[in-house]
């Protein structure tokens, strides 16, 4: 009895600890693992560069691999249906026209995309015209169909009144996921932005907090403040980086 208390008592500790233990434990590897949009979107990759990030997708059985929309129907005839490929649309800047976006986003779903992560127009937010960012959010969502649409909002060009009210258009426009940022800007996702956005966002909707996620122990404090995804190129390389150290 004493030892089945001690181990409860252990286990409460470890649960109030969060961040700190959940990448102290090799195990808990796994749910961050699970959770990450393994990504590639630079400018110069290669098929064969592509080709590697999909490779480590599926080793480490992340939750997608994020590619540039040129690279879809390779990569999704290369893995099938063994890993869900993501890609992006109105990347990185998110000005391109309402049609433009649709487009891109039924020619991704035909060439085999599960998941799109699109980038807001941030003139309309800065010009206060939300509903017609609503309208385009719409637009897509339904040249996505089944398929899953996260929303880029870019945090670090917003003020905190304008991601609350981005919240609320992403959650009305019916997206799966509101997204932090493209990782193109000058900042990426906060741990102060998540904690904003989980108070703001409706029930139905996730968030995937992307860009600067440096350590493993910022990718687990974000779970642990709400993020359902996490996009990065750099935590399928800290996990390997740790399994090696613990060998």
């Given at each position: 009895?004493?030892?089945?208390?001690?181990?409860?008592?252990?286990?409460?500790?470890?649960?109030?600890?969060?961040?700190?233990?959940?990448?102290?434990?090799?195990?808990?590897?796994?749910?961050?693992?699970?959770?990450?949009?393994?990504?590639?979107?630079?400018?110069?990759?290669?098929?064969?560069d592509?080709?590697?990030?999909?490779?480590?997708?599926l080793?480490?059985?992340?939750?997608?691999?994020?590619i540039?929309?040129?690279f879809?129907?390779?990569?999704?005839?290369?893995?099938?249906?063994?890993?869900?490929?993501?890609?992006?649309?109105?990347?990185?800047?998110?000005?391109?026209?309402?049609?433009?976006?649709?487009?891109?986003?039924?020619?991704?779903?035909a060439?085999?995309?599960?998941?799109?992560?699109?980038?807001?127009?941030?003139?309309?937010?800065?010009?206060?015209?939300?509903?017609?960012?609503?309208?385009?959010?719409?637009?897509?969502?339904?040249?996505?169909?089944?398929?899953?649409l996260?929303?880029i909002?870019?945090?670090?060009?917003?003020?905190?009144?304008?991601?609350?009210?981005?919240?609320?258009?992403?959650?009305?426009a019916?997206?799966?996921?509101?997204?932090?940022?493209?990782?193109?800007?000058?900042?990426?996702?906060?741990?102060?932005?998540?904690?904003?956005?989980?108070?703001?966002?409706?029930?139905?909707?996730?968030?995937?907090?992307?860009g600067?996620?440096?350590?493993?122990?910022?990718?687990?404090?974000?779970?642990?403040?709400?993020a359902?995804?996490?996009?990065?190129?750099?935590?399928?390389?800290?996990?390997?980086?740790q399994?090696q150290?613990?060998?």
């Amino acid at each position: 009895m004493r030892t089945r208390c001690s181990r409860f008592r252990n286990n409460l500790h470890r649960h109030s600890q969060g961040v700190a233990e959940l990448v102290d434990n090799p195990v808990d590897y796994k749910e961050i693992l699970s959770k990450v949009d393994h990504t590639l979107l630079d400018v110069t990759a290669r098929w064969e560069d592509v080709k590697a990030v999909a490779d480590e997708a599926l080793a480490f059985q992340t939750a997608s691999v994020c590619i540039p929309p040129s690279f879809v129907k390779p990569v999704k005839d290369y893995v099938g249906n063994r890993m869900a490929v993501c890609t992006v649309v109105g990347f990185p800047n998110g000005y391109s026209t309402t049609a433009v976006k649709v487009f891109e986003t039924e020619d991704a779903i035909a060439n085999g995309a599960d998941e799109i992560d699109m980038v807001i127009n941030i003139g309309l937010v800065k010009a206060g015209l939300s509903d017609q960012v609503l309208a385009e959010i719409r637009a897509v969502k339904a040249a996505c169909g089944s398929r899953l649409l996260k929303v880029i909002i870019e945090t670090c060009l917003l003020t905190d009144d304008e991601k609350v009210r981005m919240c609320e258009v992403v959650t009305e426009a019916g997206a799966d996921f509101i997204k932090t940022s493209t990782g193109f800007s000058h900042g990426g996702a906060t741990f102060r932005d998540i904690e904003l956005i989980r108070r703001h966002v409706g029930p139905g909707v996730k968030i995937k907090a992307s860009g600067g996620i440096a350590s493993l122990e910022d990718a687990a404090k974000f779970i642990a403040l709400g993020a359902s995804r996490l996009g990065s190129s750099r935590i399928v390389k800290l996990v390997k980086q740790q399994q090696q150290q613990q060998r």
